[in-house]
């Protein structure tokens, strides 16, 4: 009788623990909240991307294909956080997460990079090294560390709006352009372009690619004077302007 009450006892406890790689089953925030050091947005610095990390990957059925460059890259999307379940456990760059880290995961960004997340409900920013893959649901673009997360204020609800941008090192800056919109038509930016040229004494040129006709500003030789320009610009009724890093 003995022998089979303690069968039972060791079935139960086997049914309740968790399996496979992580001793948690469900994700959860950690035990205290981020000190102000670790909210920090990284330096953007040039780093070798990981080879094993850049080939063609499958999860879930599906395959995904990551960037050889993150050079002008922007997305808008929903962000989510993962936290405690994974602090400690190697990422796909091969380091150790954690979860008070300013650092993200995402599908198809080289590892690693770096990007700047604006939470689009608040107006909060960070600045994260991608070093993980992630996340894998289709509604969502960018996993944060929960610090990061807290930092740019949705870390009690889980997800947020927000948009990513790209950014390289400044040793890595040759001639950055802004570019400012797109049209069908290159008469619908011919006069805006004129506008801007003369509000902010930049050169402005219009290319045409895939069809599209393109509104830049530049080239830009001083990173920081081209940042600067970029916040101007986008306080100015063009929200949607971002940075470029080649013509």
Same mark, same amino acid.
């Given at each position: ?46 780093? $070798?991307?990981? *080879?094993? %990390?850049?080939? &063609? ?6 395959? !995904? /294909? ?94 947020? $709006?927000?948009? *990513?941008? %790209?950014?390289? &090192? ?6 950055? !352009? /802004? ?69």
């Amino acid at each position: 009788m003995k022998h089979l009450l303690l069968l039972i006892t060791l079935i139960l406890i086997s049914a309740c623990a968790p399996s496979g790689r992580y001793s948690m089953r469900h994700d959860a925030a950690p035990l205290r909240a981020p000190y102000p050091e670790e909210m920090q947005d990284v330096t953007v610095t040039s780093e $070798k991307k990981s *080879i094993s %990390a850049s080939q &063609p990957y499958e999860v879930l059925g599906k395959r !995904y /294909i990551p960037l050889h460059s993150e050079a002008g890259f922007t997305e808008t999307g929903i962000a989510s956080w993962y936290g405690r379940k994974f602090h400690g456990h190697d990422t796909s760059n091969g380091e150790p997460y954690d979860m008070f880290a300013m650092t993200a995961a995402h599908k198809t960004l080289p590892l690693p990079s770096f990007v700047r997340v604006t939470n689009l409900e608040n107006g909060n920013t960070a600045i994260v090294r991608v070093n993980d893959r992630g996340p894998f649901h289709d509604d969502r673009i960018i996993d944060l560390s929960y610090a990061a997360a807290y930092k740019l204020g949705y870390h009690r609800q889980g997800t947020a $709006k927000v948009k *990513i941008e %790209a950014l390289l &090192p400044e040793t890595n800056h040759h001639n950055a !352009y /802004i570019q400012i919109a797109a049209a069908q038509s290159v008469e619908q930016l011919g006069v805006l372009a004129k506008e801007l040229t003369y509000e902010y004494q930049v050169d402005s040129k219009i290319v045409k690619k895939d069809g599209i006709y393109r509104l830049r500003l530049g080239p830009i030789d001083n990173a920081q004077v081209a940042k600067e320009l970029l916040d101007k610009i986008k306080a100015n009724s063009h929200q949607n302007a971002f940075m470029l890093y080649s013509d």
